[in-house]
């Protein structure tokens, strides 16, 4: 009886080493334990943007669809119904069970978003950050996004080309409190302004991301400032706001309305005169340096911390010229 447990405990030893064994020679895109290359999520790849149906991040998502499927590798992609750091919290939080080789994120919040990120990564998931970013600059292993300080620098100087001359009063409409990049955006503008002294600002006004909000905004500007010449919107849904208000007092065009992005509807906006210019990221390029990064930091190749895409300026007279810039509904 002992010789038959112990004959018994033997195979179960025996039975376990095999196992192990069994687990380390791997499943797809994982390696054995002599390669340390592949981590935990093997090929797959996700992508939480920062929300739903915006042609921004449909665009990006293009972009790294194709550079995924182009390295080898798989992405799926999930984004909240709205921008908003609880939800998008969610979204990350249910990766746990799961956890990607890599997650490329935008996130909502510079500070909120920082925890469930944390979590993901100690996982072993390596963290890219696309079109926005954490305060804390230790998280991620490359950010990727576009020179949002320069962009809000190139609209301030193309709203003084606009005004040629004539002085007035600007609106600065951003998003939500803690967006890195419409922040950036809002700063170098007013920065950039303060060259022009003909313009002046009326300091900047959150709309959280909301275009009723925006247009709300753009309303009450109106009637207290009887000087007011132009209008930046730093996003998509600002522009749409700020537009409606525009459009509802009667003073498209007799105000400067700048929107950053190209979205299908700015396009259309720009095209009808309801927006005089727009400031258009390269959405698709941040998603393919995204993934980029992402699978050089899966297979131990050098990454790059932070790189930008650029910025184009485009009004209806070169709208044409710079069409390789709208924006896209779907891939």
Request: hydrophobic share 40%; net charge neutral.
């Amino acid at each position: 009886m002992k010789l038959t447990k112990t004959l018994t405990a033997m195979g179960a030893v025996v039975s376990a080493a095999a196992l192990l064994t069994a687990c380390g020679s791997g499943t797809v895109g994982q390696t054995g334990s002599g390669d340390s290359a592949q981590p935990t999520g093997g090929k797959k790849l996700a992508l939480i943007p920062g929300v739903q149906a915006e042609p921004f991040y449909i665009s990006l998502q293009c972009g790294a669809e194709a550079e995924a499927k182009k390295l080898g590798y798989e992405l799926t992609t999930q984004a909240p119904q709205k921008f908003d750091a609880p939800l998008q919290t969610q979204l990350v939080n249910a990766l746990g069970a799961n956890p990607p080789a890599a997650l490329l994120i935008a996130p909502t919040d510079d500070t909120a978003m920082l925890a469930p990120i944390q979590q993901v990564k100690a996982r072993g998931t390596k963290i890219v950050e696309v079109d926005t970013a954490l305060k804390d600059t230790g998280v991620a292993v490359s950010s990727i996004s576009s020179d949002n300080a320069a962009g809000g620098k190139l609209a301030a100087q193309t709203m003084a080309k606009l005004a040629n001359g004539k002085s007035g009063s600007v609106l600065v409409l951003d998003t939500i409190a803690g967006t890195s990049t419409t922040a950036a955006r809002a700063k170098g503008f007013e920065d950039e302004l303060k060259n022009t002294p003909n313009l002046k600002s009326i300091g900047i006004q959150f709309t959280q991301n909301e275009p009723e909000q925006a247009a709300a905004k753009v309303t009450a500007a109106l009637s207290s400032t009887p000087d007011l010449i132009g209008v930046f919107a730093t996003n998509l849904n600002t522009g749409e706001g700020a537009a409606t208000g525009l459009r509802n007092a009667g003073k498209v065009g007799a105000v400067n309305l700048i929107g950053f992005d190209a979205s299908p509807s700015e396009v259309e906006g720009l095209k009808n005169g309801q927006y005089q210019a727009l400031i258009a990221q390269d959405p698709a390029s941040i998603g393919t340096q995204g993934v980029q990064q992402a699978v050089a930091a899966i297979e131990g190749k050098p990454v790059t911390r932070n790189l930008t895409a650029q910025l184009h300026s485009i009004t209806k007279a070169d709208m044409d010229a710079n069409a390789q810039y709208f924006y896209k509904q779907s891939c």
